[in-house]
């Protein structure tokens, strides 16, 4: 009896110390197994070398490129003055319309349309001389300022001789200015030429880095808009064409629009 209880606590004391060397061996493999999940979903989170992109840690290189388009402006806005003096305010300023309705039917005969027509100003003022340092009246001046859109470069002189024929000394020139009916064509060239500037930037930066360029992670067009009387213009013309002398010479000559873009891009190793 007491040989069969020491067979049977031999066989106990086997099974727990099977047991307790089995149970380092399972916590060993789930470690194991946790490690390569753990290994796995690191390369999988991280991008490989070769690979580039635009997320906020990535490397990125900023680039800027300028550029120019011409062409030949095919608009002349023509900005006329028209002044009249008379001994009341009433009288100046009849006068005055009367001037100014003689020069839009001028400006209509050589083809300008009447949207192509603004009153861009009106003044009526007293004038005074000054007599032994006296202020003495001595009548008003009223003046209208009227923009006119040239649109057709082989009647521009014309209507411009038209209008000071039909108004004599009351008018005056206050500025002449080229531009484009439709510049959109000549500034997408612009845009383009400073878009392969920037790219010819970028990949000669990039290479001297020892890096390659991947996507382009934005692009910028910098330029802006351009604001009235940028253009080509001319101001002041005083000295009017006397009548019936040949229509004033204008030569619009060539026109530049400029831009500017940044571009942004993902680096490459």
């Known amino acids: 009896m007491d040989e069969q209880e ?120 007293a004038q005074y001389a000054y007599p032994h340092g006296v202020a003495t009246l001595t009548g008003y001046q009223a003046t209208q300022t009227v923009s006119a859109a040239l649109r057709h470069p082989s009647t521009e002189g014309a209507a ?25 064509a000549v500034q997408d060239k612009a845009r383009t030429a400073a878009v392969h500037q920037a790219v010819a930037h970028a990949q000669a930066m990039a290479a001297a880095a020892g890096r390659k360029l991947g996507p382009v992670c934005s692009l910028t067009d910098d330029a802006q808009p351009a604001s009235p009387g940028s253009n080509r213009s001319f101001n002041g013309l005083d000295t009017l064409p006397a009548a019936g002398t040949a229509p004033v010479p204008l030569e619009p000559g060539t026109q530049v629009e400029s831009d500017q873009v940044t571009m942004v891009y993902a680096l490459v190793r």
């Open 160 to 184: 411009i001789d038209a209008v000071v024929n039909a108004t004599g000394n009351a008018a005056q020139i206050d500025s002449l200015t080229f531009s484009f009916a439709d510049p959109g």
């Open 6 to 125: 020491h067979k049977a606590g031999d066989r106990t004391r086997r099974r727990v110390i099977t047991a307790g060397l089995l149970l380092p061996a399972t916590a060993t493999a789930i470690a194991i197994a946790a490690y390569g999940a753990v290994r796995t979903g690191t390369a999988a989170a991280t991008p490989s070398a070769g690979t580039a992109s635009c997320a906020t840690s990535a490397p990125h290189l900023t680039v800027q490129g300028s550029g120019q388009g011409s062409g030949t402006p095919d608009v002349l806005t023509a900005v006329f003055g028209f002044s009249t003096t008379a001994g009341s305010s009433a009288a100046a300023l009849s006068q005055n319309n009367a001037k100014v309705a003689l020069a839009l039917q001028a400006l209509s005969a050589n083809g300008v349309a009447a949207r192509d027509t603004q009153t861009t100003g009106l003044n009526l003022s």
